[in-house]
RNA sequence: GCGAGAGUGGCGGAAUUGGUAGACGCGCCAGAUUUAGGAUCUGGUGUCCCGUGGCGUGGGGGUUCGAGUCCCCCCUCUCGCACCA
């Protein structure tokens, strides 16, 4: 290794280096502060991709930073393993999914070391290992027993193309969220997660993660969807059945004029009429037919179906007639809504196709409404009429007035409601971890006995695509005796939601090794909760709500403190590159493009608009090709600098250039001096002294530390770095003293260091330090080095900018005034003017306020 | 429709508490070096008429000595949620 700087050379020596020195092994220390860094870990595809390479460069600089900074820091990395694409594979190649999913993990892991990452590898694990999994069994046990885990028959969303089960939040557009086939309804037996035991806590809980990005906290609130409202029994006419609504407004029930039920209502067979079954049936029947996206698109007409029964409005004694409508869900509140045409707008449209009553029972103040006058229904608040002994109070007031005087009568009660619905975890798939329950026909559904734990996800599967999960045809598998009456019984052939690991992977990073239950309390509760989580915004609702949830879980169940697994979180922006498409060959990759034309046909390639970067678009960077022409610093360097962590970052291959192009100069810079550097001890010597270039280093040692410390702003300490290296540059190397000049160039190899490791680790040793970088700590500022003399002070008339003077930086207000004034330019603006005022703010500008 | 965020040169972006708008980088222009190209180094680069001047942070109004930043109205874009009873 020469004088030139040779990317792959620097990168190999001290990722070498690092792996022999264990550098990044974390341990529990009682002397220094724990920081526990973590970045969403991947799904092992086989090839890291741009947005990998972002968000572990982002967290590399923290977990550097804070390690530099004296923290004990935790930053592990492993394998989210379990999942479909290795089904997929499996059937497309006849590979196993184990061994595909191992193999890209070996081979995805080269990738990671390659990019210098400091990650403490000896805790490495993937889900999809016995040693993880059979953990996740028994905490599933441990819910089982609490009742957070149960079964039951319900519709579920329903992948055909995956032949799986997906929870709502998995429902994209009505699709499903992997393969975007579309998703039906399907009656299936299924475990589920009693998240909503812990709905309150989640969502009280939003408003004390002060860490996290308002935007996510938002989106989990209302994924929650509480809502305070009350429950009212409806007693169908001549019959015993009740229907149950939920509504917020109790205080329009005077208004009630008819009632609409979701299609899957459970009643609706007992309540429809002979007279009305062919009709209902028909309209059930057409409204099955409408995907989800459509029935949810608030475009779509609001048609319904009377059933040819009524119940009774509780206070006004009215009978209702009862509807079914195609815009109430079965899924939110009870799937029965009592519709007050006057009050709700739905209701109102509804009302006026089917010729239903529409009576005003809340008067705006100072307005007299009337049903025929109405155009839209009055949403807003206002008096009661029409409402009996409540007329003329508040709306608001008559909401619990009238739920208590239901609830005086039995017939309703105040409640809340919540969007949030259990987490369904069952799936019909192989590559997962096996439900650890098994069926005896005279026990029932019976869990597993902790001793006969793990039950081990079978090698021997034949995986062909067809017919459903290869587990529930795996009779080695599937018969197994009865551990409570021996009898032969039937193993559960669903696995879990491959959410269920990533809910606790986190805490097990703490003790991944430990052998004698999910987690090793000890080490669990030096560790977490996280410091700081990293990852994409995507995993705003389901993988972030899911690990809190988990986290409170093994609280309660006894083997964590943390109620929150995540203090602080970070969401970074995806990773965006222009699109070129041309007319014959359609999408085009950047290598398939020269000289804005095709190379196929040498059409013109249109250019597109920027979009995030995936295979379908053809607008992908490859890590590995970037890294083998720039090497890993440039990769990191780029991701860091072009935009600010939580912002997209759009590709720019003449931005890594710039990027390449700066290391180069700072190699440079610590080359073309070496000789006039001297001895490294100087340094400590300049203490007190002060001068322009050594005013600069401490100015961007200081810089750099705010920006990297909370803020994260990458993009702007690069920046700073960048100006100390012109400064060095610019500088006149004969006149200035070989310790200021050292001392600067020391400090940007040292401020770099966190960002571009390794050139930053041979640059260090070229200056003659041994033993890594890190363990000279973070370089500090020294608050005399920043002080000057004289200053330059902006002078402005009326409010702009029409001179410059240099002060003394001590100078006292009237000297300002003094020296402004007589300021050539600001003489020629003030004259003939009278000055009413001069504003100084201390350090920034004068302004002098004329008029006339 | 509701909620959140954003809109600044040719481009990515900076301006942390109301105080010189455009740091830094890319691109472009010029110069130096070089047989040439590349690389490197230096300088210039918001815009408008030649200027020491005018204009300029999506548009319009306001507060202030002073507004990219604060307030009101409007436009556009992005993300999330959505017939939520």
């Not at 006004?316 to 079965?330: D, I, K, R």
């Not at 008096?383 to 039995?410: P, V």
């Not at 990027?659 to 001890?681: I, P, Q, T």
Request: net charge negative.
């Amino acid at each position: 290794m020469e004088n030139q700087y040779i990317p792959g050379e620097v990168e190999a020596k001290w990722q070498e280096f690092w792996a022999q020195n264990e550098s990044y092994r974390a341990e529990v220390l009682a002397d220094k502060p724990k920081y526990y860094l973590l970045e969403m870990f991947p799904y092992p595809s086989g090839r890291i991709h741009m947005g990998h390479v972002r968000n572990y460069a982002i967290g590399d600089v923290v977990a550097r930073f804070k390690r530099l900074q004296g923290c004990n820091v935790l930053h592990p990395m492993g394998w989210d393993a379990f999942g479909m694409p290795a089904e997929n594979a499996a059937i497309e190649h006849g590979t196993h999914p184990g061994k595909w999913t191992y193999e890209n993990i070996d081979s995805m892991r080269v990738q990671l070391k390659r990019i210098g990452l400091s990650y403490d590898w000896s805790r490495e694990f993937a889900t999809c290992d016995l040693d993880y999994y059979r953990w996740e069994q028994l905490i599933f046990l441990k819910m089982y027993e609490k009742g957070l885990a149960y079964k039951k028959t319900s519709n579920v969303n329903w992948c055909e193309d995956c032949q799986t089960v997906l929870a709502n939040e998995q429902v994209e557009d009505g699709c499903c969220w992997r393969c975007h086939n579309q998703v039906i309804q399907k009656e299936l037996d299924q475990w589920f997660f009693r998240i909503t035991r812990y709905a309150d806590e989640l969502l009280d809980e939003t408003w004390n993660l002060k860490g996290w990005p308002e935007k996510v906290l938002a989106m989990q609130r209302n994924w929650i969807g509480k809502s305070h409202g009350c429950e009212i029994e409806f007693v169908v006419k001549d019959s015993a059945a009740k229907v149950k609504v939920f509504t917020t407004r109790a205080d329009t029930l005077f208004g009630a004029t008819f009632m609409s039920l979701a299609p899957e209502h459970p009643l609706v067979d007992s309540l429809v009429s002979a007279q009305q079954r062919t009709e209902v049936e028909a309209f059930i029947a057409e409204v099955s037919r409408q995907d989800k996206l459509d029935r949810t698109s608030g475009e779509l007409e609001k048609k319904g179906v009377f059933t040819g029964s009524y119940c009774i409005n509780p206070l006004t004694g009215e009978e209702l007639p009862v509807f079914l409508a195609n815009f109430v869900l079965m899924d939110y509140g009870t799937g029965a809504v009592m519709a007050v045409p006057a009050h709700d707008q739905r209701d109102f449209e509804f009302a006026h196709k089917y010729q239903l009553p529409i009576r005003v029972v809340i008067q705006p103040e100072g307005a007299s409404l009337t049903a025929d006058a109405l155009e839209e229904a009055m949403t807003g608040s206002g008096l009661l009429i029409n409402s009996g002994k409540f007329d003329g109070i508040s709306n608001e007031a008559a909401k619990e007035k009238i739920a208590s005087f239901l609830d005086e009568r039995n017939q309703g009660h105040m409640t809340v409601n919540y969007r949030l619905r259990d987490w369904g975890v069952s799936r019909q798939r192989y590559w997962g971890t096996p439900i650890p329950i098994i069926y005896c026909d005279s026990c029932g559904a019976v869990p597993v006995p902790e001793k006969d734990l793990p039950v081990k996800l079978p090698m021997d599967v034949e995986i062909t695509g067809e017919g459903g999960s290869p587990l529930a045809r795996h009779e080695a598998f599937l018969n197994v005796d009865c551990p409570t009456c021996g009898s032969p019984a039937r193993r559960e052939s669903d696995t879990f939601d491959t959410f269920v690991e990533s809910s606790w992977y986190f805490a097990r990073y703490a003790c991944p090794q430990y052998a004698q239950a999910p987690l090793d309390t000890d080490e669990a509760n030096y560790w977490m909760s996280v410091d700081q989580y990293i990852g994409g915004i995507e995993h705003a609702v389901m993988h972030l709500l899911y690990a809190r949830f988990f986290t409170k879980v093994l609280r309660d169940l006894g083997m964590i403190e943390a109620s929150e697994p995540f203090t602080n979180l970070l969401t970074q922006g995806m990773v965006c590159k222009e699109t070129q498409r041309c007319a014959e060959h359609g999408w085009l990759y950047p290598e398939q493009v020269e000289e804005g034309k095709c190379t196929g046909c040498g059409k013109p390639v249109e250019i597109g608009r920027t979009e995030k970067m995936s295979k379908s678009k053809k607008n992908v960077v490859d890590p590995n090709e970037l890294i083998a022409n720039y090497g890993a610093d440039t990769a990191r360097l780029f991701s860091l600098f072009a935009a600010p962590p939580e912002k997209d970052l759009e590709w720019n291959e003449q931005g890594v250039e710039g990027c390449y192009r700066f290391l180069g100069r700072v190699w440079r810079a610590v080359h073309d001096n070496l000789d006039l550097l001297g001895s490294k001890a100087d340094v400590a010597g300049l203490v007190g002294t002060t001068s322009e270039l050594r005013r600069k280093t401490h100015q961007t040692i200081r810089k750099v530390s705010e920006d990297v410390d909370g803020r994260f702003h990458f993009n702007t300490a690069i920046s700073s770095v960048m100006e100390l290296v012109n400064a060095i540059y610019a500088c006149d190397r004969k006149q200035e003293s070989p310790e200021v000049l050292r001392e600067a160039i020391e400090s940007v190899v040292r401020l770099l260091s966190p960002f571009v490791p390794h050139i930053c680790e041979e640059l260090w040793q070229r200056l003659g330090y041994e033993g890594g970088i890190e363990k000279h700590g973070w370089p500090t500022w020294e608050d005399a080095a920043l002080l000057t003399t004289e200053i330059e002070l902006v002078i402005q008339v009326n409010g702009k900018v029409r001179g410059k003077v240099r002060v003394a930086a001590d100078a006292d207000n009237s000297v300002l005034e003094q020296a402004a004034l007589s300021e050539a330019n600001v003489v020629r603006f003030v004259a003939g003017k009278q000055v009413c005022k001069v504003i100084c703010v201390p350090g920034r500008l004068i302004n002098i306020v004329v008029s006339g």
